[in-house]
């Protein structure tokens, strides 16, 4: 079988449980897969009947990116969960952005081998808009950098041949020490899209690029692409190269010339590279075309804290900051939100029972030419005439929004490749 790239395999989460707690893994299992639409393996529809258990089990972890181990007094006692949690350790090892997620579901002893790791209190056995929020954000990456202030966001242009890894793990270690985001296009794009990569280069404040020697000299003509798009955006860059690489002129006459052999050893005599690294650090700018998510929605005290999840649940899915209009100071409070919706990465506007401030909003993005996705509680009514022929998401409760905010906004996500890093 082919071995996928760990961002390509087929589930998100391999899902680990005793058979006797299916009723509280059913439910799980239903809102993550059908209301979140986030791929999950579950042995009650993915194990075959003819299957070896061992072995099904074995390649169904190593096909996932996740695990989520549901703890019971059953699951604990039957000794399934420490042999599924030292395969998923052994995932962890070779990837560092492998995540294992457990969730207490009743008074069970906390197995030892787990007792430092965080998990999720679900001991009354139901799913809520709490617990939920904690499974999505347990399942993307989680660093202080999701404060989102003060980030300074770097475009990394790079190979991701595990044989030109070396280098390019090298110099984001080093860039990663300074304090850089380091972002890229998601893996698991299905195809190369120029216009979507231009849009996250043009949301970072400058540009690395790191060139493999390919074929006797040629190197990607892609990263060569992004620098150049780079280039005619004003943003400041930092080009690497193998030796031997033939490049332009004017490329030849920046790039530092280094490489790194397999055991990628931190050296500390690379003084050409932390050089360019801090003049990068001091030629980096704000982004010329910041992404952000505006998220419209109404302010009732009731609503307070289902916001604040859906708010923390966008972050962690997309790695962009999500703006509520809540949070904007009152002077010239009307311009900054016209302001702050014109020029969004994309545009969330929930316009149940027709909130004014929500579909003004949502027009605002209509006339700005910027992406917009409707969300309504409730069977679709009577909907204002600039917005009828626009889809709707109708939710019927906190739960269902969260999982149909997934569903939106995992398109939009970015890379974070400070969480994938070698150490």
């Known amino acids: 079988m082919m071995t996928l790239p760990f961002q390509r395999r087929l589930y998100h989460a391999f899902l680990s449980h005793a058979h006797v707690d299916k009723g509280v893994v059913d439910q799980i299992y239903a809102w993550l897969n059908e209301k979140a639409g986030i791929s999950i393996w579950y042995d009650m529809y993915n194990l075959s009947t003819s299957a070896t258990i061992s072995t099904e ?55 030892g081998f787990l007792e430092t790791t965080k998990w999720i209190d679900m001991r009354d056995s139901k799913l ?29 242009s790079r190979s991701w041949r595990p044989s030109e890894a070396p280098l390019a793990d090298y110099v984001c270690r080093m860039l990663d020490k300074v304090g850089f985001r380091l972002i890229g296009d998601s893996q698991d794009q299905a195809k190369y899209d120029r216009e979507r990569v231009k849009s996250i280069i043009l949301s970072c404040g400058g540009l690395v690029a790191i060139l493999p020697n390919r074929n006797g000299g040629s190197t990607s003509s892609y990263i060569i692409e992004e620098i150049e798009m780079a280039k005619a955006a004003g943003l400041p860059c930092l080009i690497v190269a193998e030796p ?12 530092i010339r280094m490489t790194k052999d397999e055991s990628g050893k931190d ?31 109404d302010f009732k005290p009731e609503n307070e804290q289902r916001n604040k999840a859906i708010q923390r649940a966008i972050q962690h899915i997309t790695s962009l900051s999500c703006v509520i209009g809540d949070k904007i100071p009152e002077s010239h409070i009307r311009e900054v939100i016209s302001e702050q919706v014109s020029q969004a990465f994309l545009v969330l506007a929930d316009i149940s029972d027709n909130n004014l401030n929500s579909c003004i ?63």
């Not at 030292?86 to 952005?97: F, I, P």
């Not at 939920?132 to 300074?152: H, P, R």
């Not at 009514?381 to 409760?397: A, E, T």
Request: aromatic share 8%; with cysteine; charged share 25%.
């Open 361 to 423: 909003e949502a027009g605002i993005a209509i006339g700005a030419k910027r992406p917009l996705r409707l969300v309504a509680c409730g069977q679709r009514g009577k909907i204002p005439f600039m917005l009828s022929n626009h889809q709707i998401y109708n939710y019927n409760d906190d739960l269902e929004f969260l999982g149909i905010i997934h569903q939106i906004t995992f398109p939009y996500r970015r890379r974070v490749i400070n969480a994938e890093l070698p150490r």
């Open 57 to 111: 089990l074995a390649t169904a972890i190593s096909q996932s990116r996740s695990m989520i181990i549901i703890l019971s007094r059953a699951s604990v006692k039957s000794g399934w969960v420490e042999e599924e949690y030292n395969a998923a350790v052994g995932q962890r090892t070779k990837y560092k952005q492998y995540r294992i997620i457990p969730v207490c579901i009743d008074d069970c002893e906390i197995p």
């Open 244 to 255: 031997g690489i033939e490049l332009s002129e004017g490329l030849n006459k920046s790039a």
């Open 267 to 297: 050296e500390p005599d690379d003084v050409e590279l932390q050089r360019g690294i801090e003049l990068l650090a001091e030629e980096w700018r704000r982004p010329p075309q910041p992404h952000y998510i505006f998220f419209a929605t």
């Open 128 to 156: 809520d808009l709490r617990t939920a929020q904690e499974l999505i954000t347990g399942l993307y990456y989680d660093d202080k950098a999701l404060s989102l202030e003060n980030i300074m966001d770097l475009y990394v």
